[in-house]
């Protein structure tokens, strides 16, 4: 290839392939050795070019409907599928490579709107959910095994399946195209944060489906999905693997409510509307809050709501005896006097709480850097922001903490 | 089941194809259910009588191959308007044209014939299974047969249940035994107990069986988790099978259990009284205790120790009232009783030297059958005895069941079927022999007990013997006075005559005891 025209290469792999044709079959060498150079162009770093890209997709397209084997050992179509996804989503890289991790998420969301909240059955969903077959009993499967085509439960295996591969082909490219490409682009700090990683599981979910090895879940599921069009009463040996795939599939990723679609919903943070749904103004009937007209920021709501919660019982811990019982009984602490005010950058939102009456114990733990305020600061900075507080009470008695936000603009 | 009719509708080809499986999957239990796909077009244009043929309607809400309309309202109106009632599943995603969501909510205020399953909730088709099953259920064919002599009392207690809650119990009864499908059970009418439950006999395989029926189901859950748990502790040869399951109906509000039945099935009340001599009574007696029986068990199965109030427990804590109004209503008849020095050893734990800072003995608790009188041991044979009732089996103190069973044998047996059993004038005579039972004393043969006398005479000879590592008078004496209270307010089963006598021994318990307890 290094001395060949790699565009010439590119333009009419298609047609090469095409032509190729004998006996019924397709070059089964010729497809090899062309799978084998689009994977090379894919994962060749100096290949930054849309124009090979383009003209590629534009080969696979006519390559993809082709009638390529199927056959397990050999399977060219599972293969030529993979490589029109991986390159229409090398092509999205291109498109959003300058994007940040707010453009990022702005671009989810807006993929989010188009697919989902426009129709009232979502596409993506209903494909997805029926090619699930676990409507069917062990009633049924015990009938399809015993009596095969002829069973009375057949239709209702066969028929959920009829359409399987081009649903299913219309789902994971759009998993290829709008969801992976966005994740890849994401920042290592956003993957790994507390939020992502372990409030909504997805670090892991998100690496079975990127990762290149044989385990891809991906994968797994596409070769499922063939057998069972290939043959419906496949289900009856892949049953257990099939049902676990379609089902994290669905739950993490398709369904309108998924864990995914939750989580790019989190953005942008109303900070007012979480602390007026957290009835501050109730717990410290004692307090002046300041908080008209501020920016949204890039910050996950949920996250920010476990943040006020650390902060009351921190308060909690940190009062006398007296006002703990008065806020176990009632609800609020009279005695604290709680202030939260704003100032705000080109960039930044900075949000200061005060509040006063606690005991001024030093507030960072260095043999626990897990504790309360530091997880908060390590999540406030995955998400570009920044947590900032003297350890002790100021000369007025009053704790002070500032939440350093990124503005979601 | 004749025919089951269900017609369905969905604009997804997918969901009729999960309809079709459930209904089939119920088919391979129920039989005979008849369900096919319908336009809805077809629904909307049929009058009332045809759709009233039909026994269930699935429909989705949503039409969104076509009209793009809520159809699935439009048929609910439609039915509505036509007085049609028969049942309705509404299975649907919950939104409609644009993405809205729809409150189901409220649809099923406005139309109560409906139940709405979202589908997105039920890919697995099991809320929507168990839905289709609880309409199925309130359709079975009639399940059983009548065979019993007591017919009216069978259809009033029918009457009570309802025809459709038992066809469910016994459609799930019949699955259990394997008792093929359109046979239908034969039922008899066994005597019931005054818990609410009723008995039933059915035969299978030879075998005779009670199906018992509550509306009280936390009651006999009860009972059958302390049969389940308990009753194995009990020695073996009392042993009786008690089928672990629950039988439910659909709504829940009926439970049943199934309990082999003892035959042939003589009441250790009616042996001892059918018994030609002493003798006969002395054996089967020993057998209840003897010869790997009550007594080992009582031995063994023990578990802490109760301080001695705690055998009067049951009229602590403002539950005296009870004796207070039986006092009130047998004033007239009563002779010595004096009900403020019962109230103050019950509510205060003193009389005389009956006083819990004086005493501070404590008697072990074994497990006990807890209502253990002579109707609840039934005798098959010569000798072997069972125990029945057994729902409320539990750990309690240690004289309880023997009490029961003497003050049952004295207040229930004594003059049973004659006219004295109700005179008022026998009650200074039966104190007298009362008294000789506390005091634990042989009672006299009077020609007419002669065999009741035999069991109390034998009971009070071997108390001593039966509960050896435990017994002490005194606390038996208060046990016999708990039971004797108890006797005087059951007002349904026993005379003014004897509840009266009840009171009058309670009270001489009392002063025994405290005789005793030095």
Not at chain 1, 265 to 291: D, G, Y
Request: glycine share 4%.
């Amino acid at each position: 290839m290094r001395s060949t025209n790699k565009l010439k290469f590119c333009e009419s792999i298609g047609e090469i392939v095409s032509s190729s044709k004998y006996n019924h079959r397709y070059s089964n060498n010729l497809l090899q050795n062309s799978f084998y150079h689009t994977f090379s162009i894919y994962k060749n770093k100096y290949n930054k070019s849309r124009k090979y890209f383009n003209r590629l997709i534009e080969s696979y397209k006519t390559i993809i409907n082709l009638e390529l084997s199927d056959k397990d050992e050999n399977n060219q179509k599972h293969t030529a599928n993979k490589l029109y996804n991986l390159l229409s989503s090398k092509l999205i890289e291109f498109d959003i490579d300058k994007l940040d991790d707010i453009g990022i998420i702005k671009q989810l969301k807006k993929n989010y709107y188009e697919k989902y909240k426009t129709q009232s059955h979502p596409i993506l969903e209903t494909n997805l959910s029926n090619i699930s077959l676990t409507h069917l009993s062990s009633e049924g499967l015990i009938d399809l095994t015993k009596n095969g085509d002829s069973s009375e439960y057949y239709n209702s295996l066969f028929i959920p399946l009829s359409n399987i591969e081009p649903e299913w082909k219309f789902i994971n490219h759009f998993i290829y195209t709008d969801i992976i490409p966005y994740y890849k682009k994401l920042s290592e700090r956003i993957k790994t944060s507390y939020t992502f990683k372990s409030d909504y599981i997805l670090h892991g979910f998100f690496e079975s489906i990127i990762n290149e090895n044989s385990d891809n879940l991906l994968d797994d599921f596409s070769r499922q999905i063939s057998q069972l069009y290939a043959y419906p009463l496949n289900y009856l040996k892949i049953k257990n693997q099939y049902d676990t795939n379609q089902k994290k599939l669905f739950d993490n990723l398709i369904k309108k409510e998924s864990v995914f679609n939750d989580f790019i919903e989190q953005f942008p943070l109303n900070i007012s509307e979480v602390i007026e749904s957290r009835r501050l103004n109730t717990i410290f009937p004692n307090s002046e809050i300041n908080i008209d007209k501020i920016a949204e920021v890039f910050y996950p709501k949920s996250k920010f709501m476990k943040d006020i919660s650390t902060i009351i019982n921190s308060i909690k811990g940190r009062v006398s005896e007296e006002d703990k019982t008065e806020f176990e009984a009632f609800g609020r602490f009279s005695n604290v006097s709680f202030k939260i005010n704003y100032k705000t950058d080109e960039k930044y939102v900075y949000l200061t709480i005060l509040y006063n009456n606690t005991n001024s114990d030093n507030h960072s733990h260095k043999e626990n850097e897990n504790g309360g305020l530091e997880t908060m600061r390590k999540e406030l900075k995955n998400f570009g922001g920044d947590l900032i507080y003297e350890p002790k009470n100021n000369e007025n008695g009053f704790f002070v903490l500032t939440f350093k936000f990124l503005i979601y603009e | 089941m004749s025919s089951f009719k269900v017609r369905y509708w969905d604009d997804n080809p997918v969901i009729l194809a999960r309809i079709k499986a459930s209904c089939l999957d119920l088919n391979s239990i129920y039989r005979n259910i008849d369900a096919q796909s319908v336009e809805y077009s077809s629904i909307l244009s049929s009058d009332a009588d045809f759709l009233s043929s039909f026994d269930l309607f699935i429909f989705d809400l949503l039409d969104e191959n076509n009209s793009k309309n809520l159809i699935g309202l439009e048929i609910l109106e439609y039915f509505k308007n036509l007085h049609v009632d028969t049942p309705v599943i509404v299975y649907t995603t919950g939104t409609q044209s644009g993405g809205n969501s729809l409150d189901l909510h409220n649809y099923e205020e406005k139309y109560p014939n409906a139940v709405f399953i979202k589908k997105s909730e039920d890919a697995d088709t099991k809320r929507l299974k168990a839905e289709i099953e609880k309409i199925i259920q309130r359709n079975l064919d009639e399940q059983f047969e009548v065979e019993s002599d007591y017919i009216d009392e069978f259809k009033q207690q029918l009457h009570y249940f309802g025809n459709s809650r038992i066809n469910q119990i016994l459609f799930q009864v019949k699955q259990e035994y394997k008792i093929p499908i359109d046979q239908k059970v034969k039922l008899s009418k066994l005597k019931s107990g005054f818990s609410g439950a009723i008995l039933f006999k059915f035969i299978f395989s030879n075998t005779d069986y009670v199906l018992k029926l509550s509306k009280d189901i936390t009651l006999l859950k009860s009972e059958l988790n302390r049969a389940k748990s308990y009753y194995p502790l009990f020695p073996p040869k009392f042993f009786n099978y008690i089928n672990p399951t629950e039988f439910h109906t659909s709504s829940n509000d009926t439970m049943a259990i199934v309990i082999k039945l003892i035959h042939p099935n003589k009441t250790l009340f009616d042996y001892i009284r059918q018994s030609t001599s002493k003798q006969n009574v002395e054996k089967i007696l020993n057998e209840v205790y003897n010869n790997f029986g009550l007594k080992e068990h009582y031995k063994t199965k023990t578990k802490n120790n109760l301080p001695w109030t705690d055998i009067l427990k049951k009229f602590k804590n403002g539950r005296f009232i009870t004796i207070s109004e039986v006092h009130k209503e047998l004033k007239p008849l009563l002779i010595n009783f004096n009900l403020s020095e019962i109230q103050n050893l019950i509510e205060k734990d003193d009389y005389k030297h009956l006083n819990a800072i004086k005493i501070s003995h404590r008697g072990t608790e074994t497990l006990n059958h807890l209502d253990l009188h002579s109707k609840n041991i039934l005798v098959q044979g010569e000798k072997t005895p069972f125990l029945i009732d057994t729902g409320i089996m539990d750990y309690d103190y240690w004289c309880f069941d023997i009490c029961r069973l003497l003050v049952d044998l004295l207040i229930n047996g004594i003059d049973i079927d004659t006219k004295e059993f109700y005179d008022i004038n026998t009650i200074s005579k039966n104190i007298e022999l009362g008294h000789h039972l506390i005091k634990l004393e042989p009672i006299a043969y009077d020609s007419k007990n002669n065999r009741i006398i035999d069991a109390i005479n034998w009971l009070t000879a071997n108390v001593s013997d039966i509960y050896e590592d435990y017994f002490t008078k005194w606390e038996l004496q208060l046990g016999l006075m708990k039971e004797f209270l108890q006797m005087s307010y059951r007002t349904g089963t026993t005379p003014h005559s004897k509840r009266t006598l009840s009171l009058e021994l309670a009270y001489i318990c009392m002063i025994e005891a405290e005789k005793n307890v030095l």
